[in-house]
């Protein structure tokens, strides 16, 4: 049974940063491929970040530039490093995961191709 279970969430002024982490738990090849997504109010759950079982790294638009995103494989932990936060990042982010891999860069960041989610963690930032 694989878990995510996220942390890091919080409020930050404009400009301020925030690292996000999840905690995978369960069947590691579960969890061979990871990402974060988030849901503004009143806004679709939309993709961020997306690392692959090379580490080859998928931003959106949005978060490029701004956004890193990185996985430590030994602790099965995924990581979201968000610099330079804006109000419209305010959002609350899941962690997915899956087995299988992805052909086209926008399939790594659509949340229809992973079966595990996390609860989310709540991320506010203020003007």
């Known amino acids: 049974q694989v878990q995510l279970v996220e942390s890091g969430g919080g409020s930050v002024e404009v400009g301020g940063s925030l690292r996000l982490s999840c905690a995978a738990s369960g069947p590691t090849a579960m969890t061979t491929y990871m990402a974060w997504f988030r849901r503004a109010p009143g806004k679709e759950r939309e993709g961020v970040a997306a690392i692959d079982v090379n580490g080859d790294e998928y931003y959106a638009d949005s978060a490029q530039g701004r956004f890193t995103i990185s996985k430590d494989n030994a602790a099965n932990t995924l990581s979201l490093q968000m610099n330079d936060l804006k109000p419209e990042d305010t959002a609350m982010f899941y962690c997915?995961?899956?087995?299988?891999?992805?052909?086209?860069?926008?399939?790594?960041?659509?949340?229809?191709?992973?079966?595990?989610w996390g609860q989310g963690t709540q991320v506010t930032v203020s003007s």
């Open positions: 997915a995961a899956d087995p299988r891999g992805f052909t086209t860069y926008d399939a790594f960041l659509g949340p229809q191709g992973y079966t595990y």
